[in-house]
């Protein structure tokens, strides 16, 4: 993830751009004029749809994007490109075409259903003219990407003349391209680097009904040979993703809940392009697009993912290092900001923790079930010396907090230098702060801030005190 943090590369996007259009109102009667509802709009708005979609991503991600397409001598070809240079794409390989409608798929939403869609656009193929434009635009700086998705939905720009020239061009220069298919003749992609097709695409363009490990090694090698693919690849939805080089391997998904698919296929090529141009292998590739389309999945709408959204949710699946589970002041707002506007339940307690044990092991588990979220906070080791005594911590801060952030039961770390937390819990806010049980009847620091307090008692002759006492031999 260090990797990704520190890579900017240069991504070209080629393929369909669309307007997403949603009309948000409410239903409270049906018309006199016909058995249909009547909506009262209250709220217009529109996002990229299609390969825009892809590009949202790409930028979520913190890539550089570019965009190749057509659209049409229309308003809503000034709005699609207005809307791009907004989010700081580059549009110099944008072509218009005279007379062609600029996609806009409009929706109306009524009590959180759509309840009618209505598309305004063009779905035949682009004249030969803007092919030839797009492959002169792109002729002399191709090189200054790092990888080329082709975005295909069907809306007639990626025509197999667009897709053969870009792809000879590209491999020419030694430019990988990614290709997100459509339809049932995937011919058209032949010489990209992998295709992203799903498990349906897959068994209609290869015409084998992949039902097991042997027909799905059959379908990914059809595909390699057929499409002369680098790497073979095929998402398997709810399963994860498999690929093929020189073997089958499987990668499974790790979405933990699933509130809405629409526009995962996105974010996975989106993902794996990132990855891929940042130097990370297939596997590892894969593995990250996974997770981001755990995050996504996760989300209502066409969504997008952040690397920090990945590394938190990496982190909840305890698949990550301890230190991706180790945050500043500053990381952790964020995190908890997000985790709230999700709904879930954050815990925090504190403590020095400077002999790990079988006592605050426990203690741990007891505070996570309170909630969904736990942070702990981790007494730096002058604090801990100015509560304790020279003579502590026994280790380090760095120590404590990679063995706390191990743990199952602990989500994030967050060490503070103060001798109390109140700064801590005073920005986190948690629903639940919990105690040890000595501090029954006590003042606890940052109660004011907290939804509920908890207290838990201590495991019986487990403590960090005892455990010093016995290595001294002053206990037997």
């Known amino acids: 993830m260090k990797i990704l943090k520190n890579s900017i590369p240069n991504i070209l996007v080629v393929g369909d751009l669309m307007i997403d259009h949603y009309l948000w109102g409410s239903c409270d009667r049906i018309s006199p004029e016909a058995p249909v509802a009547v909506v009262d709009i209250s709220k217009e708005t529109t996002v990229l749809g299609g390969a825009g979609n892809v590009i949202n991503n790409l930028v979520a991600l913190g890539a550089k994007v570019s965009v190749s397409s057509v659209v049409g001598d229309d308003d809503n070809g000034i709005e699609l490109t207005n809307m791009l240079h907004t989010i700081g794409v580059d549009c110099k390989n944008i072509i218009t075409q005279p007379k062609r409608k600029t996609s806009k798929k ?68 030694g430019v990988k391209v990614l290709v ?5 003749d995937f011919t058209k992609y032949r010489g990209a680097y992998l295709l992203t097709p799903n498990k349906k695409e897959a068994m209609l363009a290869t015409n084998i009904t992949i039902k097991d490990d042997k027909s799905l090694t059959e379908a990914l090698l059809k595909l390699k040979n057929d499409c002369d693919l680098g790497i073979s690849l095929i998402t398997l939805s709810e399963d994860g993703i498999a690929t093929y080089e020189d073997e089958l391997k499987r990668f499974p998904t790790v979405a933990k809940e699933v509130f809405d698919v629409t526009g995962a296929g996105d974010t996975v090529i989106a993902s794996i392009a990132f990855a891929l141009s ?20 996760g989300k209502i709408g066409s969504a997008t993912v952040t690397l920090s959204e990945i590394e938190e949710y990496e982190a909840t699946l305890h698949q990550s290092t301890s230190d991706a589970h180790i945050k500043s002041f500053e990381e952790i707002e964020s995190i908890v900001r997000r985790y709230v506007s999700n709904g879930k339940k954050i815990v925090f307690t504190n403590g020095c923790f400077d002999i790990l044990h079988v006592g605050h092991v426990k203690y741990l588990q007891k505070a996570k079930s309170f909630g969904d979220i736990l942070i702990v906070g981790l007494n730096s080791d002058e604090s801990v ?28 770390v967050v060490p503070f230098s103060e001798d109390t937390p109140y700064e801590l819990i005073k920005m986190i806010r948690p629903d639940i702060l919990v105690k040890g049980g000595d501090y029954e009847g006590k003042e606890v620091v940052g109660t004011e801030f907290a939804g509920k307090l908890k207290l838990v008692d201590f495991v019986n002759g487990k403590s960090t005190t005892k455990t010093i006492e016995k290595i001294q031999g002053q206990e037997c």
């Open 278 to 297: 940042s130097g990370i292998d297939i596997e590892e590739s894969a593995k990250f697009a996974n997770l981001a389309a755990g995050v996504v999945v």
């Open 385 to 412: 010396s100015r509560l304790k005594g020279p003579t502590r911590p026994i280790n380090i801060a760095q120590d404590r907090a990679y063995l706390l952030a191990a743990l199952e039961a602990v989500d994030f």
């Open 180 to 184: 997100d298919p459509k339809g049932n």
């Open 106 to 173: 409009s929706r109306v939403i009524a009590v959180s259903q759509q309840v009618l869609r209505y598309d305004n656009e063009s779905k035949e193929n682009i004249l030969s003219s803007s092919v030839e434009g797009i492959l002169s635009s792109l002729s002399p700086s191709i090189t200054d990407f790092d990888m080329v998705i082709l975005s295909d939905y069907g809306k007639g720009v990626l025509t197999d003349d667009l897709c053969q020239g870009i792809i000879q061009l590209s491999r020419e220069k």
